[in-house]
């Protein structure tokens, strides 16, 4: 199994609900991470998560708080967003993240609109 | 902060055309890794570098890594419409971490 299960693959939340992205690897990778992507523009490094520890976060704004459940798991919750918020935000996974990143593995993403 | 520009941005090719495009980093790379993007897809892993000067070939598809470490190429000979996508090279400067390059969408004419 190669696959990154991401859930759901669309979503539409008001700017005062709270909602969670989820997904799934069982692949036993050790490394994962969440990326937002606007369109027409590169994967933004959100969060890396090793081991289940956070290991970066890369000064996103509070509204988005990650949890890792445990190594097959990756959430990412969602309160009180703006409509700029509104993006493809993309999971993916890795071997682990030494000196040498291994190759990351992307879900199919959840594309995201805040209205 | 580190930044990986892809150059060009868009590059539209006649089908048997070949196309490349160029990735710079303004800081040494420890490995450089390529993916793809088809329209409404997900990145799609390519391969990864990590050696000064290496050179990496793959059916149509020739990558190369800089003798710094701070450069990146991917070429394609003969383009089909297969190779519709965004290509994006994508870096680690040490921070455990890739950073993904701008990306250079590629269109090919039937």
């Given at each position: 199994d190669t696959e990154v299960t991401q859930t759901p693959k669309h979503l539409v939340m008001g700017m005062t609900n709270k909602k969670s992205l989820k997904c799934e690897q069982h692949m036993g990778h050790r490394a994962m991470y969440w990326y937002k992507q606007k369109a027409k523009k590169p994967p933004e490094l959100m969060f890396v998560y090793s081991y289940e520890k956070l290991s970066i976060n890369e000064s996103v704004p509070s509204r988005f708080s990650p949890e890792c459940p445990n190594s097959s798991l990756l959430n990412l919750h969602l309160h009180?967003?703006?409509?700029?918020?509104s993006a493809l935000y993309l999971c993916a996974s890795s071997q682990a993240t030494g000196r040498l990143n291994t190759e990351a593995f992307f879900g199919q993403g959840t594309r995201l609109t805040v209205v | 902060g580190q930044q990986v520009m892809q150059i060009p941005q868009y590059q539209h090719v006649q089908e048997g055309e070949d196309f490349t495009t160029y990735c710079n980093s303004s800081t040494t790379l420890s490995n450089i890794q390529w993916y793809k993007q088809r329209p409404g897809g997900h990145p799609v892993f390519l391969i990864q570098l990590v050696k000064s000067g290496e050179v990496k070939k793959q059916k149509r598809l020739t990558f190369q890594f800089g003798e710094a470490k701070k450069n990146s190429s991917l070429h394609i000979t003969a383009t089909q419409t297969t190779d519709v996508g965004t290509y994006f090279c994508a870096g680690d400067t040490g921070r455990r971490a890739l950073t993904f390059g701008s990306g250079t969408r590629l269109q090919v004419q039937p």
């Open positions: 009180a967003l703006q409509p700029e918020d | -």
